[in-house]
């Protein structure tokens, strides 16, 4: 059943979600409706619903990520040494 209240808070789901696609952010969309005197409660309720509404059309992600590693050699970590030794090599 669709009441007064759901539609009204979908109406600024529908807002947030057209706005949001211009680049605008959350906050900055918070400020203004505040501004225009919706209550807070109300944009918390419509944030939620558009992100849950974008969560449901976002694709799902099938590949898993690639982890890549590298061995450094011994030669290639020249700070293993102390300094007594870096020094001793140095004038001896």
């Given at each position: 059943m669709v009441t007064r209240e759901t539609d009204y808070i979908q109406q600024l789901a529908n807002y947030i979600k057209k706005n949001l696609s211009k680049g605008?952010?959350?906050?900055?969309?918070?400020?203004?409706?505040?501004?225009?005197?919706?209550?807070?409660?109300?944009?918390?309720?419509?944030?939620?619903?558009?992100?849950?509404?974008?969560a449901k059309q976002a694709p799902e992600i099938k590949e898993k990520p690639i982890?890549?590693?590298?061995?450094v050699s011994k030669t290639e970590e020249p700070f293993k040494k102390s300094i007594w030794q870096r020094i001793k090599k140095l004038f001896g």
């Amino acid at each position: 059943m669709v009441t007064r209240e759901t539609d009204y808070i979908q109406q600024l789901a529908n807002y947030i979600k057209k706005n949001l696609s211009k680049g605008y952010t959350l906050d900055s969309l918070k400020t203004a409706l505040e501004h225009q005197g919706y209550s807070r409660t109300s944009i918390d309720r419509a944030i939620k619903l558009s992100n849950e509404q974008l969560a449901k059309q976002a694709p799902e992600i099938k590949e898993k990520p690639i982890i890549k590693y590298e061995v450094v050699s011994k030669t290639e970590e020249p700070f293993k040494k102390s300094i007594w030794q870096r020094i001793k090599k140095l004038f001896g």
